[in-house]
């Protein structure tokens, strides 16, 4: 388990923390001989529940047996969605009952459509992570132009060039596409658990390692904030989740939208 780190750089303070999702599910009174199941779902962070519309983006549930049908019944209060499943017709006692649970939680909105840089090309731009790729484009370019290795229609790669790209010139028209075998689209990652109901009470639970600043948004592991050093911060009410009224309670700040 990760612990409480600052990051010396910068005078935000960052978190390294666990994200959990815990099932539990419990029998319900069996009609016309077909047994039902109440499914609630939470999440938590370094093991403090936090409220699903701050902490979830997305949650799916599915059965993994046609026989058993799955309902979306919505949230019970601020921390926990409930789902009914019910058997459409009777399963052996024998047989496992495997739901599929995947929870996207809610990152910051900064970390959503990001593209990671190969570390010979971040080393050039100086970032590991970009927003809008073309930018390391853009100092390509800019690093041409200041070294003079601009000839007829192609780019002269020196030292620097010749480690990034592993050829002696880059023709101008096949530039970005040379560029963009060094990106990579970085896709936000579920949390994933299998949960297996039975006639008794029944509990369990999944966790990812994710970084959190000093407003408890939620970041991938091993986040750079160096990118992000000068940015304001984001509202982060982008969950699918619904709403219920609410009291104050533990959650993280939220503040201006840009």
């Given at each position: 388990?990760?612990?409480?780190?600052?990051?010396?750089?910068?005078?935000?303070?960052?978190?390294?923390?666990?994200?959990?999702?815990?099932?539990?599910?419990?029998?319900?009174?069996?009609?016309?001989?077909?047994?039902?199941?109440?499914?609630?779902?939470?999440?938590?962070?370094?093991?403090?529940?936090?409220?699903?519309?701050?902490?979830?983006?997305?949650?799916?549930?599915?059965?993994?047996?046609?026989?058993?049908?799955?309902?979306?019944?919505?949230?019970?209060?601020?921390?926990?969605?409930?789902y009914s499943v019910q058997e459409t017709e009777p399963i052996h006692d024998l047989l496992d009952l495997p739901i599929s649970i995947s929870v996207t939680p809610l990152y910051h909105p900064t970390t959503t459509t990001l593209?990671?840089?190969?570390?010979?090309?971040?080393?050039?731009?100086?970032?590991?992570?970009?927003?809008?790729?073309?930018?390391?484009?853009?100092?390509?370019?800019?690093?041409?132009?200041?070294?003079?290795?601009?000839?007829?229609?192609?780019?002269?790669?020196?030292?620097?060039?010749?480690?990034?790209?592993?050829?002696?010139?880059?023709?101008?028209?096949?530039?970005?596409?040379?560029?963009?075998?060094?990106?990579?689209?970085?896709?936000?990652?579920?949390?994933?658990?299998?949960?297996?109901?039975?006639?008794?009470?029944?509990?369990?639970?999944?966790?990812?390692?994710?970084?959190?600043?000093?407003?408890?948004?939620?970041?991938?592991?091993?986040?750079?904030?160096?990118?992000?050093?000068?940015?304001?911060?984001?509202?982060?009410?982008?969950?699918?989740?619904?709403?219920?009224?609410?009291?104050?309670?533990?959650?993280?700040?939220?503040?201006?939208?840009?």
């Amino acid at each position: 388990m990760c612990s409480f780190a600052i990051n010396s750089q910068s005078d935000n303070m960052e978190y390294c923390s666990v994200y959990s999702v815990t099932a539990k599910s419990t029998q319900q009174t069996s009609q016309e001989g077909l047994r039902s199941w109440l499914l609630s779902i939470k999440a938590s962070l370094a093991g403090h529940p936090v409220e699903l519309d701050t902490a979830i983006l997305s949650c799916h549930v599915t059965s993994l047996r046609p026989q058993l049908e799955v309902t979306c019944l919505g949230q019970s209060d601020l921390y926990r969605m409930v789902y009914s499943v019910q058997e459409t017709e009777p399963i052996h006692d024998l047989l496992d009952l495997p739901i599929s649970i995947s929870v996207t939680p809610l990152y910051h909105p900064t970390t959503t459509t990001l593209y990671k840089l190969d570390t010979k090309l971040a080393d050039l731009v100086g970032r590991d992570y970009l927003a809008h790729p073309k930018y390391a484009l853009t100092i390509v370019h800019a690093y041409a132009r200041a070294n003079n290795l601009y000839h007829e229609k192609s780019i002269i790669c020196d030292s620097t060039l010749l480690q990034i790209f592993g050829c002696p010139q880059v023709e101008l028209r096949h530039l970005w596409r040379e560029v963009c075998c060094f990106i990579k689209r970085e896709e936000q990652k579920p949390v994933f658990l299998i949960h297996q109901l039975s006639d008794f009470d029944k509990s369990s639970s999944s966790s990812t390692e994710v970084t959190l600043d000093e407003d408890f948004n939620i970041y991938p592991k091993d986040w750079s904030f160096s990118a992000k050093s000068n940015l304001r911060p984001i509202i982060r009410t982008q969950s699918l989740c619904p709403k219920v009224s609410k009291k104050k309670s533990f959650k993280r700040n939220k503040s201006v939208e840009l």
